[in-house]
């Protein structure tokens, strides 16, 4: 999402800080054009991090679902068996 924002020079780095919640020696991608830059984090999560966060969030959905452990064990079983 874009948006316009008037900030006083002085709040200008903690603005950026605060929205990409950034920590002191963070590394930032700067891409400049013609009349602007664009600042990303250049950090992506740590492999594990990145792992536990898609098991947790696959785990969720599945108990969204009802689907239990022993069903996805079957799922695997017949997955192999079919290969």
Not at 14 to 31: C, N, P, T, W
Not at 44 to 55: H, N, Q
Request: hydrophobic share 40%.
């Amino acid at each position: 999402m874009s948006r316009v924002k008037t900030v006083p020079s002085d709040r200008l780095k903690a603005e950026i800080f605060e929205h990409l919640d950034l920590a002191s020696g963070d590394a930032l991608v700067l891409i400049e054009g013609n009349d602007f830059v664009l600042v990303k984090r250049a950090m992506t999560p740590a492999l594990m991090e990145r792992f536990e966060k898609l098991a947790s969030e696959t785990r969720e959905h599945f108990e969204e679902l009802g689907i239990e452990p022993e069903d996805v064990e079957r799922a695997v079983r017949w997955a192999r068996e079919s290969s």
